[in-house]
């Protein structure tokens, strides 16, 4: 099982903000590794969206931020296009299973 | 541009074995951690295992330790997942992706190969 908790959805208008949150422990991002977030459309690549907590790769529209606190961090994507409609995944390391971990993933759906 | 070709992926009975490989490019391959990760049918990303850029560590998810192992030939900038005693809970689209220097982040993927395992 995924020691990242993701909610399995969520969705929104176009032009709105959605937020997705991503729920760990004490051995992962409350032992300060950073969080990753990729984005997922089936049947192609993920495509790495946020690192080290809150930096965007290079061509990733700063529609989409990251932030971290605790044991929980968070992708919110404003401006909300239909091009967003994918999968997201968090990611960090956990000290206590020595593996890289994924969250559950959440579907984003643009109304 | 970075470019990693995954192949070798098929179907395969269980208690068999794959060689998948990933086919690098656009990067120098030595320098980075390589890695594989898996996403089952209508499942989460799970991470498998991970080789350092020289090859001599690898680490491996509890759940393919001791079957499966990475390898990586620097010249020929190829990297490659030999899996053994497959089970049905194999079944997956493998991905190649590329470890970001300093941090536990995967900058590219592949775009993955299927391993099916059924009889």
């Known amino acids: 099982q995924s020691v990242l908790t993701q909610p399995p959805s969520v969705s929104g208008a176009p032009g709105q903000r959605v937020t997705i949150s991503c729920t760990g422990s004490?051995?992962?991002?409350?032992?300060?590794?950073?969080v990753h977030w990729y984005q997922h459309l089936p049947g192609t690549a993920p495509k790495s969206l946020i690192y080290?907590?809150?930096d965007r790769p290079s061509g990733v529209p700063d529609r989409f931020s990251g932030s971290k606190s605790g044991t929980s961090a968070s992708l919110a994507i404003s401006g909300l296009q239909a091009e967003d409609e994918a999968d997201y995944y968090c990611?960090?390391?956990?000290?206590?299973?020595?593996?890289?971990?994924f969250g559950t993933g959440t579907k984003v759906t643009v109304l | 541009e970075v470019q990693l070709v995954e192949s070798g992926g098929g179907l395969v009975q269980p208690g068999g074995s794959l060689r998948l490989s990933c086919a690098a490019s656009?990067?120098?391959?030595?320098?980075?951690?390589m890695s594989w990760v898996r996403q089952a049918p209508g499942k989460g990303l799970e991470w498998v295992c991970i080789?350092?850029?020289?090859?001599?560590?690898?680490y491996y998810a509890d759940s393919v330790k001791g079957r499966f192992t990475t390898s990586r030939d620097n010249s020929k900038n190829t990297l490659y997942l030999q899996m053994n005693s497959l089970t049905a809970e194999d079944t997956a689209v493998y991905y190649c992706?590329?470890?970001?220097?300093?941090?536990?982040?995967?900058?590219?993927w592949g775009q993955g190969t299927l391993v099916t395992v059924s009889s």
């Open positions: 080290g907590n809150n």
């Open positions: 656009g990067f120098t391959f030595i320098n980075f951690a």
């Open positions: 990611q960090s390391y956990d000290s206590s299973l020595s593996a890289y971990v």
């Open positions: 992706v590329k470890k970001y220097s300093g941090s536990y982040h995967f900058d590219y």
């Open positions: 004490s051995s992962n991002i409350g032992a300060r590794y950073d």
């Open positions: 080789i350092s850029g020289s090859g001599s560590d690898s």
